[in-house]
């Protein structure tokens, strides 16, 4: 029988290693898995690199593990804002490394990982400092700056509703990279709202499908 739960929400995570690559969901706090980060957190797993829109806000989320130090390396694509005071300290310390990336190529770096595609050709960033070291390409007469996939270990996402099997449905834009990070890892770890029976979840509405999803846990309520 198939089944993806896990009981807690420090299980699902215990074996993050120390320099593994994480993808952690989230627009801001729109989709931010904070359940999954705390208990990584605790965990005490170091030296991660993290993908993940932005670079942390406010003192909950992403932001407390940036505080913690447990970060070495942060892949995004807007890392500064009014309240992202820890990234912010970390940067100027020279304690973390900062790969900037516009949103566009960050989305379809992700997607091209679970998608199995080596590269991808884009105009965005030619001819800026994001470009440099990078491949171009003349194509039709528009200068192109080709972009790697981006992989990791491990994602970290939230979803509304899931199964055993690891199907998912979230809510609203609260799924933004959620879909396309679950491909992109070797394992997904959804945290979820509610665990439903197989069948409540109509096929129809179904965002990830369970293939990409390793593990399940209910937040806690």
């Given at each position: 029988m198939i089944d993806k739960t896990f009981e807690s929400l420090e299980r699902a995570v215990a074996d993050i290693h120390d320099g593994a690559t994480v993808?952690?969901?989230?627009?801001?706090?729109?989709?931010?898995?904070?359940?999954?980060?705390?208990?990584?957190?605790?965990?005490?797993?170091?030296?991660?690199?993290?993908?993940?829109?932005?670079?942390?806000?406010?003192?909950?989320?992403?932001?407390?593990?940036?505080?913690?130090?447990?970060v070495r390396k942060i892949i995004c694509s807007f890392p500064r804002q009014a309240d992202s005071q820890h990234f912010d300290a970390l940067y100027r310390a020279g304690e973390i490394e900062l790969e900037l990336t516009p949103q566009g190529n960050l989305a379809e770096r992700i997607r091209a990982?679970?998608?199995?595609?080596?590269?991808?050709?884009?105009?965005?960033?030619?001819?800026?400092?994001?470009?440099?070291?990078?491949?171009?390409?003349?194509?039709?007469?528009?200068?192109?700056?080709?972009?790697?996939?981006?992989?990791?270990?491990?994602?970290?996402?939230?979803?509304?509703?899931?199964?055993?099997?690891?199907?998912?449905?979230?809510?609203?834009?609260?799924?933004?990279?959620g879909p396309i990070m679950a491909m992109a890892a070797k394992v997904a770890i959804a945290q979820v709202r509610d665990v439903v029976a197989?069948?409540?979840?109509?096929?129809?509405?179904?965002?990830t499908p369970g293939i990409f999803v390793q593990r399940v846990v209910k937040e806690a309520a």
């Open positions: 993808m952690i969901g989230g627009f801001g706090n729109a989709g931010m898995p904070s359940a999954l980060i705390d208990a990584l957190i605790a965990q005490g797993a170091r030296e991660l690199t993290i993908v993940n829109n932005n670079a942390g806000n406010g003192e909950t989320g992403l932001a407390a593990l940036l505080k913690a130090k447990r990982a679970g998608a199995g595609i080596g590269g991808f050709f884009t105009p965005t960033g030619y001819g800026t400092l994001l470009a440099e070291g990078k491949e171009t390409r003349l194509i039709d007469g528009r200068h192109y700056v080709l972009e790697a996939p981006i992989h990791a270990d491990f994602a970290l996402i939230k979803a509304l509703r899931g199964d055993r099997w690891g199907n998912l449905v979230y809510r609203k834009t609260a799924r933004n990279f197989l069948g409540e979840l109509d096929p129809e509405t179904i965002v």
